[in-house]
């Protein structure tokens, strides 16, 4: 599956604002040693593993369908 870079930009940033935690400690959340490994998966620039991707689901509450940019709503009851 494809996953929608803007889509989990957005709910990472969203995510980290709302717990007031840095990139690096999202990065370490969801086992990425370097902040800037997770800055280039962000921009899209880099490719998300499926733990990572499932990880950041996880953590935002988002369906993997909302983090590929299908599923409008998104929200996981």
Request: include cysteine; charged fraction near 20%.
């Amino acid at each position: 599956m494809v996953y929608d870079a803007q889509t989990i930009d957005r709910a990472i940033g969203a995510y980290m604002g709302a717990n007031h935690i840095t990139a690096a400690d999202f990065a370490k959340s969801i086992g990425i040693n370097a902040p800037i490994t997770l800055r280039r998966k962000r921009q899209g620039e880099s490719e998300w593993s499926l733990n990572e991707i499932c990880k950041v689901a996880e953590l935002t509450g988002l369906s993997l369908d909302a983090l590929a940019g299908l599923d409008v709503a998104g929200k996981v009851a």
